[in-house]
């Protein structure tokens, strides 16, 4: 088991690729907390693996509020006595040309997917430098290092989170905290699932594997950036894209 004793946090853990970076987690022996703004699917994902005998907890956590992110922290530590691992994987998406985009939909992709990962990364890092170690996983996007039609705040975000994620990792490398971001390619979970018919066919088609993700299979790139097996990686952005980006 790659994680045996180990204590993570995932952000948007309730559905998604979250959920099952959770799974797996458990399943490596970790001791996971599904962290999230839907309570009830968020706990139902805990109670799930709960009933399968992982140590698991749900905790409600709004990325965007600070207060709310400081407790999320808090809560793991007393629960499980450390954070290892943070997994900030929480955001939104958008398709909207700027010139209808509305500020407060701009501000709020910023603010979870940005902003955001700003908070969780800044008090997984203050415990982390208590202890003296620490991983740190963001799910950026490959959106976050090319240019998309029309899909405006989303990609603004996403390139933050990928310079932001290159800085800590620089920043940390020496004091045993390692700071890494996943970048997948198009991957069929709800965030894409209201998309027409031939949207859907046209992502497809520029994904050279021919196919959308799975959210397992970046759930497996997270593993990898997370556990032991990647102990020289800092301050990378791994493309997980079926080949868009290549
Ligand atoms: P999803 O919609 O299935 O899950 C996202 C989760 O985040 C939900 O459980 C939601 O409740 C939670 N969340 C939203 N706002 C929150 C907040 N303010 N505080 C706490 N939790 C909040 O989406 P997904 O596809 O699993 O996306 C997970 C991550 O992967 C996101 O950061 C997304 O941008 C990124 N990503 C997804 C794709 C894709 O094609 N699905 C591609 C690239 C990157």
Known sequence: MKLLGRVAIVTGGAKGIGKCVCQLFAEEGAAVVVADLDVETGQMAADELAANGHKAAFVKVDVTKEESVKGLVKAAVDTFGKLDIMIANAGIAETIPIHNLSLETWNRTIDVNLTGVFLTNKYAIEQMLFQGYGVIVNTASMLGHIGRNEVTSYTASKGGVAN????????????????????????????IRNKSPEAKEELIRLHPIGRLGQPEEIAKAILFLASDDSSFVCGANLMVDGGFTA
Not at 166 to 184: D, E, F, H, Q
């Open 164 to 191: 932001l994620t290159r800085t800590l990792g620089v920043t940390y490398a020496s004091k045993g905290i390692r700071v890494n971001a996943v970048c997948p390619g198009y991957i069929d979970t709800d965030l």
